[in-house]
């Protein structure tokens, strides 16, 4: 499993047991941009979980970097990340 997005995906899904994962490659859009000379991708994604009920965005956010850590500035240069409970979609 060498490609980032299914390393990712597959920490996510270990993590959070997500209802959804959205996860897009945006380093196309990114291409000469000086983060993305490290190799590393820029991601989006869109995250449904139980895990994040009753918590607040920064923290939420920062569930996602520790669950991520070792990947971050090698194979992640940056992820935008919106993070929600499941209360939080059915609205």
């Known amino acids: 499993m060498n490609n980032p997005l299914d390393q990712i995906r597959a920490r996510l899904d270990a993590t ?12 196309a859009a990114h291409a ?10 820029h991601y989006r994604l869109k995250l449904v979980s139980a ?3 009753g918590q ?11 669950c991520l850590l070792d990947m971050m500035h090698k194979d992640i240069h940056a992820i935008a990340i919106v993070a929600l409970a499941p209360s939080e979609v059915r609205q």
Request: hydrophobic share 35%; with cysteine; net charge negative.
């Open 16 to 27: 959070f047991t997500p209802l959804a994962c959205l996860l897009e490659d945006d380093s």
């Open 32 to 41: 000469g941009h000086a983060g993305a000379a490290s190799g590393g991708g």
């Open 51 to 53: 895990f994040f009920e």
């Open 56 to 66: 607040n965005r920064v923290t939420r956010h920062r569930l996602v970097y520790d």
